[in-house]
């Protein structure tokens, strides 16, 4: 028997039927999601940025953190300044700090030694400002914390926050200075800022200090400055030097 030529109406219901099975193919891929494909939008060193379709998943795109995480064996340390000063500050710290008695809603105190004169120190701290700007503030804080005879910035980042001003810095105090651990050279990490709360304008300190010849502490500052936060928003620090 020689063979018809299949009807128009037969080819247009198979192409129908193919059609309807790859639509049900595609819906099924992406109801499935992560499981079957994932797109990954990869920003590399060299080359263009790329889109691909990949059986795995893909490195997850590159960004700005949100916050520098804590560091291997440290935990992250939240204070609350009490009701004149709402304000959330935190930071990494390692092991053995205590907070020494001397603390307030708006003072805290953290040493590691027999009191905070002669031993590494942590002290934050927020004070009322009259007058100003938070600008002002901040340049005020840099003029006078490194002022006297072989005091000076080592390495320092300035910028602005959502309510405020920064200063971010490393230094070292010479032995005159009041700040100055035991009378002795001193390395000082810290954070300034002049900020707005309330419609008042405060200081929002925070300051590390160890004996210069104590490089193993000044290093585990090098490592908490950079999770300063205020409000959750964190603070950038400066490059060591």
């Not at 020689?2 to 192409?15: D, F, G, H, L, W």
């Not at 990869?42 to 889109?51: C, F, I």
């Not at 008042?200 to 502490?217: F, G, H, Q, W, Y």
Request: with cysteine; glycine share 10%; charged share 25%.
């Amino acid at each position: 028997m020689i063979p018809t030529e299949p009807s128009t109406s037969s080819k247009s219901s198979a192409r129908s039927r193919i059609t309807a099975a790859a639509g049900a193919l595609a819906l099924s891929v992406v109801l499935s999601g992560c499981s079957v494909l994932q797109i990954r939008t990869e920003d590399k060193d060299a080359g263009p940025v790329r889109v691909a379709l990949e059986e795995t998943a893909g490195p997850e795109p590159t960004g700005e953190p949100t916050d520098a995480g804590v560091p291997e064996g440290m935990s992250r340390k939240t204070l609350n300044l009490g009701d004149t000063c709402p304000v959330k500050i935190s930071f990494a710290v390692g092991e053995g700090w205590t907070e020494g008695s001397g603390s307030t809603d708006r003072i805290h105190v953290f040493t590691r030694g027999t009191d905070s004169t002669d031993s590494d120190v942590v002290l934050v701290s927020c004070t009322d400002e009259y007058g100003g700007s938070p600008q002002e503030v901040v340049d005020s804080k840099r003029r006078y914390t490194f002022s006297e005879q072989d005091s000076q910035v080592l390495s320092e980042r300035t910028g602005s926050l959502d309510a405020g001003e920064y200063w971010s810095f490393q230094g070292e105090l010479g032995p005159t200075e009041i700040l100055a651990i035991d009378s002795e050279p001193t390395l000082m990490y810290g954070v300034q800022t002049g900020y707005k709360l309330n419609g008042r304008l405060v200081n929002l300190s925070i300051e590390m200090r160890t004996p210069k010849a104590d490089a193993k502490t000044a290093e585990e500052f090098e490592t908490m400055l950079p999770t300063v936060t205020i409000d959750d928003q964190r603070v950038p620090a400066p490059s060591f030097r």
